[in-house]
């Protein structure tokens, strides 16, 4: 091997990197950029494919990336964010935005003297110096968004270029020549190369750019270049497979139809070029030009849209029967099992992938901070309860439901530290700690309700009982203490001022009630109405409903916070 075959040799791999290298960044950037718009981008595609598609392939545009957006999908399939129908038309979006790389990369073609500025190794190196510039003495936050994205770019050009000028001496290699013949004549083999080095470097904008930098050097006949865009439009399903290891069967059928879709694709364009390269052999045996590729793989995956879009719901129907659902062990569950679910579906709500995107996992982490809110409600109720019942089993069941609770505030508190540690804005930073607080009193209040079941068991082993003045005190406080909480939490999901107002004022309804009936009692308890064991365990039940209405006071306020 000689110096120069060295020389090659490393200026591929090194530009290769430059290249990935550059595709990250600038994908970073922009999606960090982008972070702060994507909740509303989920609301505008509920109920509307056309728009997903549309939206789909905008973000892909924007983080050019179809394998992070469809990663993206697949945590919110699995996080319950979106369902299947929805996840089909961002699928195909994604794949029509990822062209937009491949556009990009056709202005290596310019060869017009007026369109000099236009090339990428005349405005590559300053995008770079103005990226770094912006980086190092910019602002704090835009700036540095905008620097990566000049920097990435700038690499993603450099890096083409260092590519080229390794590929150009071997264009007419007798090596090469016969490779992409055979390739060629075997439309199988060809979907396999592109397949297998897109699914190797994981990025089919990245696969793209190395064919068209083969091409811009002669080496790649027509027909060959098409059935490899064939396979790399296969290979960047292999991300969003793999992504999908662990999660819910519908989360690994959204990553099955992004493949059925492409394969769908694949296959029926395959037919087609090897139909018409029979047809027209001089047209397909030709040499293939950068700004070729982007044409065909633009024009592959719209109209691969256009046929499949209305066939969406029976993507989704072929992926249920390839991925089916698991079958239910017949049995009891025990409480324990019940426990144990909510604690995976929690998991799975609070998907690793979604934290791509800081505000999506923001919202999905606030409506699990109000579910265990729900959670707690119901504890409450069954404390409450469980005083005027001579039942063991209600007593139990608030105590294995203060279980779940606490698992639950750890995993939550656990996922809002990673979002925490991510790139967010002054107001999402405010968000996080303000439902760091909330689960604080969500989960205080929870105590409570398991210091009402152990006054609860007290009373029912020492035979305590209770006047029926004390009985009904303890229904109206814990009625209006309920009432209290409940207002907190649909205050705090809704972001509802009206509802914070009105917690506060059920609040200060519970501390009179709490303040009138220790007076009350302690006339009954004068009196000798009452025993000193009832009195303890009434003034201390009074005391917890008061103290949970405290803190749904304190849930309410955080409104402020998080609007």
Not at 198 to 227: D, E, N
Not at 228 to 237: E, F, W
Not at 243 to 255: C, D, I, L, N, V
Not at 537 to 552: C, P, T, W
Request: glycine fraction near 8%.
């Amino acid at each position: 091997m000689t110096v120069e075959h060295l020389s090659s040799i490393f200026s591929l791999f090194g530009g290769l990197g430059m290249f990935l290298y550059g595709m990250t960044v600038m994908s970073d950037g922009m999606q960090k950029a982008a972070g702060s718009r994507m909740s509303k981008f989920l609301d505008v595609v509920t109920g509307n494919k056309i728009m997903a598609v549309i939206l789909g392939a905008g973000i892909t545009a924007l983080i050019q990336s179809s394998s992070a957006t469809t990663v993206m999908v697949v945590g919110f399939v699995n996080a319950g964010v979106m369902n299947l129908s929805q996840a089909v038309g961002i699928i195909m979006g994604a794949n029509i935005g990822t062209t937009i790389t491949a556009w990009m990369v056709s202005l290596t073609q310019i060869s017009s003297d007026m369109l000099t500025v236009l090339k990428p190794d005349f405005f590559a190196p300053v995008l770079v110096g103005v990226g770094a510039f912006r980086i190092l003495f910019g602002k704090k936050g835009s700036d540095d968004l905008i620097g990566d994205f000049c920097i990435g770019v700038g690499f993603i050009f450099i890096g083409l270029g260092f590519m080229s000028g390794a590929v150009a001496p071997y264009a007419d290699s007798p090596v090469f020549s016969e490779a992409f013949r055979t390739i060629g004549s075997n439309p199988v083999l060809g979907i396999l190369v592109g397949a297998v080095v897109t699914g190797v470097i994981q990025s089919s904008a990245a696969s793209v750019s190395i064919l068209q930098t083969l091409a811009l050097a002669g080496a790649v006949p027509r027909v060959s270049g098409f059935y490899i865009t064939l396979g790399q439009n296969i290979g960047t399903c292999i991300t969003a497979m793999l992504s999908s290891t662990g999660t819910t069967r519908t989360a690994k059928r959204a990553a099955v139809i992004h493949l059925l879709f492409n394969v769908s694709g694949a296959v029926l364009f395959g037919i087609i070029i090897f139909s018409g390269s029979f047809m027209a052999p001089e047209f397909f045996m030709g040499k293939l030009t950068p700004v070729e590729i982007s044409v065909f793989h633009t024009i592959f995956n719209i109209l691969c849209t256009v046929v499949l879009f209305p066939l969406g719901d029976f993507l989704v129907n072929l992926s249920g029967a390839i991925v089916p659902e698991a079958k239910k062990e017949e049995g009891d569950e025990t409480v324990e099992d019940k426990l144990n679910q909510e604690a995976q579906r929690l998991r799975r709500h609070l998907d690793e992938r979604i934290l791509e995107s800081p505000a999506i996992a923001i919202a999905a982490t606030k409506s699990e901070v109000v579910n265990l809110g729900r959670v707690v409600a119901v504890n409450i109720s069954t404390a409450c309860n469980s005083l005027a019942l001579d039942d063991d089993e209600t007593i139990q069941t608030v105590y294995d439901r203060e279980k779940i609770i606490d698992h639950m505030t750890n995993l939550l508190t656990d996922y809002l530290i990673k979002i925490d540690k991510l790139s967010l804005s002054d107001k999402q930073k405010l968000q996080v700690t303000t439902m760091l607080n909330a689960l604080t009193d969500i989960e205080r209040a929870g105590d409570h309700a398991e210091n009402i079941a152990e006054k609860a068991k007290y009373a029912r082993e020492h035979n305590v009982s209770f006047t029926a003045e004390g009985i009904e005190d303890l229904k109206r406080i814990s009625g209006k203490a309920q009432e209290s909480y409940s207002l907190s939490l649909n205050a705090f999901e809704d972001d509802s001022i009206d509802e914070m107002v009105d917690t506060a004022r059920t609040e200060d309804q519970v501390d009179a009630m709490e303040r009138e009936m220790r007076q009350n009692h302690m006339q009954r308890l004068s009196m000798g109405e009452c025993t000193t064991d009832a009195g303890i365990v009434f003034l201390d039940v009074i005391g917890d409903l008061e103290r949970i209405s405290d803190h749904a006071d304190n849930i309410a306020a955080y409104v402020k916070q998080m609007i």
